[in-house]
């Protein structure tokens, strides 16, 4: 293998552990996504929302994002942010950085506005204050699904390395010093 392609490489066990750490913060975006619920069975919006469970989904997706940023941070001060895949993975962590850090907001605003809810005094504030929250909420597992998408990207991105990196192998199965020849027939034999 040339230095050229040897640089681009990004070694097995420091891939294997950043594919291994994306997957875990995949599923748990993924997870959260689908499981917080604000509306109940029905659709609807509960009469009293509940305040500290809403306010449990701000804080998970905070630590969420914390999560990915440390994640992002790392591979963004280790040399192989700088190759081709490297490049890629880290524009893709980047995103889910940025998403990650979005919902945490929207499921605060969702919070605040179930507190602010039986203190509305009209209906028509009331319906106000609803819709500001089913959108809030969703908005914020909408980003965290892109969060999830983003991230499984980039593990797929450094599976994908993988594979090419035993594909090398296999061209160039092992470099190491030439093998010598075999010996040749001494003069005192003949």
């Not at 040897?6 to 097995?12: A, D, K, M, N, V």
């Amino acid at each position: 293998m040339t230095p050229n392609v040897r640089r681009e490489l990004i070694p097995r066990d420091n891939a294997l552990d950043l594919i291994r750490a994306l997957n875990a913060m995949k599923e748990e975006a993924h997870t959260a996504a689908r499981t917080w619920e604000l509306l109940n069975e029905d659709g609807q919006v509960p009469a009293a929302p509940p305040y500290t469970v809403l306010l449990q989904h701000a804080a998970g997706a905070q630590d969420l994002s914390r999560g990915i940023l440390r994640i992002t941070s790392d591979f963004a001060h280790s040399p192989h942010h700088t190759s081709h895949v490297g490049s890629n993975v880290l524009a893709k962590l980047a995103w889910a950085t940025t998403t990650s850090s979005n919902a945490a907001p929207q499921f605060a605003e969702t919070a605040e506005y179930a507190l602010s809810l039986p203190r509305s005094t009209s209906p028509a504030d009331r319906n106000h204050i609803t819709n500001k929250m089913v959108l809030s909420h969703a908005t914020g597992r909408a980003y965290l699904r892109r969060t999830s998408a983003s991230l499984r990207t980039a593990a797929e991105q450094l599976a994908d390395h993988l594979g090419f990196q035993r594909f090398l192998t296999q061209l160039n199965p092992q470099e190491g010093p030439p093998t010598p020849p075999p010996p040749r027939p001494s003069s005192r034999n003949r």
